[in-house]
Nanobody
Framework: QVQVLESGGGLVQAGGSLRLSCTAS????????MAWFRQAPGKGREGVSC????????YYADSVKGRFTISRDNAKKTLYLQMNSLKPEDAAMYYC????????????????WGQGTQVTVSS
């Protein structure tokens, strides 16, 4: 049984930092490209960042480039998202997702999803 579990969310002041983690079990972690998506209240879910199975390629939404860093530790089956210089508009539920295809923002290609971790940014 595959389980994907996010952690690390919380309340932070604007300009602050958070590090999200996502652990996966029941799958061969390094067979999957891993991505972070987020959904703010009243908005659709959007892609934030993606990392290839090897970690050799990373992709970012324009809104987070230069502030967020995605990484992975395949030995620990863990995905990370370091978020710096947080803005109120970064507040959302953040989801981790796994795909064996390619890194993209096309959500139906992601086979496994976590339940999300909430990030709140106060101004």
């Amino acid at each position: 049984q595959v389980q994907v579990l996010e952690s690390g969310g919380g309340l932070v002041q604007a300009g602050g930092s958070l590090r999200l983690s996502c652990t996966a079990s029941g799958l061969t972690f390094d067979d999957y490209h891993m991505a972070w998506f987020r959904q703010a209240p009243g908005k659709g879910r959007e892609g934030v960042s993606c990392i290839s199975w090897s970690g050799g390629s990373t992709y970012y939404a324009d809104s987070v480039k230069g502030r967020f860093t995605i990484s992975r530790d395949n030995a620990k089956k863990t995905l990370y998202l370091q978020m710096n210089s947080l803005k109120p508009e970064d507040a959302a539920m953040y989801y981790c997702a796994a795909s064996q295809l390619v890194c993209s923002w096309y959500q139906p290609q992601y086979k496994y999803w976590g339940q999300g971790t909430q990030v709140t940014v106060s101004s």
